[in-house]
């Protein structure tokens, strides 16, 4: 049976999938010309990322699709009830890349705390002529312990980021509509372990109480943030959006950061994704990175290796 891998998949990954039988191809196929290939290649698994979309069309015109795998939490580039309703098997990787987002978050705040995203573009250019002037200029950071974390979301990642939280020595309040209560497991290097029990509390509770937001939400049709709910924030707030563009008001987060209501913000996501506005790649009060949250070596081989085992798990 062949696998294509069409967005990549972790050497463990492939590695596992042929063991187990499979022929794995790596090759990047365009989407246009996907299923031309899948047809003529007689491809039993098709694996994506967030670059290939597997829609009603490209189902219908492959039979020989029998798995649709997704490296990653998000389905959104997958139709999946339709293909579920075709027979097909529809397959992701919830758990994999949770810890790896949680830790690009706090890369995030604990850079956005120091002004960090701002000193080390100046400091290249300025540190020899203006020391002095960067040193007063970035003198007021702050720290997170202590701070409160509103975590928006309480799924697997928003969970994961409540740990670090924990584990920074910050305070956790959460929001999420479908979970009343969470128990969190920290687990330390000798074997402690120490349990918390997060009961959730109101968005609106959650947005007046927090210094430190993060989203961990799945693609809606309105906003989860935006101008009604900047109003309810502390002022000096910081935010991070590392779930899915869309979920931000843009407009209204430069806004509040123009205002002085937001410190500052993370994106790792955005609206108009790969393009995003000029506005944020200009703003000073915005740290940001390319949707890279899931990307590390660890998450990718944690990714590899549960798809394969899924993999092996329906077709041997």
């Not at 975590?151 to 928003?158: A, D, E, Q, S, T």
Request: net charge negative.
């Amino acid at each position: 049976m062949k696998v294509l891998a069409n967005d990549g998949i972790s050497q463990t990954g492939k590695e596992a999938l042929e063991k187990g039988g499979f022929e794995v191809i790596t090759t990047t196929v365009a989407q246009e010309q996907l299923a031309n290939y899948i047809n003529e290649k007689q491809i039993d698994v098709i694996l994506v990322r967030s670059a290939t979309t597997v829609r009603k069309d490209l189902i219908d015109a492959c039979p020989s699709i029998k798995i649709i795998g997704r490296g990653g939490v998000g389905m959104d580039n997958i139709d999946v009830d339709y293909a579920k309703s075709k027979g097909l098997h529809v397959i992701n990787t919830p758990a994999s890349s949770s810890h790896s987002v949680a830790e690009l978050v706090f890369g995030h705040f604990y850079g956005l705390a120091r002004f960090l995203h701002n000193s080390n573009r100046e400091m290249p250019l300025e540190g020899d002529v203006s020391f002095g002037k960067l040193k007063k200029a970035y003198a007021k950071g702050v720290e997170l312990k202590g701070k409160t974390l509103g975590v928006l979301g309480f799924g697997r990642i928003g969970q994961a980021t409540a740990k670090v939280a924990l584990g920074a020595g910050m305070k956790v309040i959460a929001f999420d509509p479908f979970i009343e209560n969470a128990n969190l497991e920290l687990d330390f290097f000798d074997g402690q372990k120490v349990n918390f029990n997060i009961k959730t509390i109101s968005k609106e509770e959650v947005l007046k109480q927090a210094d430190f937001i993060t989203l961990h939400v799945p693609a809606q049709k309105e906003y989860v943030i935006g101008a009604p709910e900047f109003e309810m924030m502390k002022k000096g707030v910081f935010i991070a959006n590392a779930a899915r563009g869309g979920v931000v008001d843009e407009v209204a987060l430069v806004a509040a950061i123009e205002s002085g209501k937001v410190a500052g913000a993370a994106l790792d996501v955005f609206e108009n994704e790969p393009k995003p506005e000029m506005q944020l790649l200009m703003n000073s009060g915005l740290s940001l990175t390319p949707h890279t949250g899931a990307a590390t070596n660890e998450a990718q081989d944690r990714i590899g290796t549960e798809l394969a085992e899924q993999i092996i798990s329906i077709l041997k």
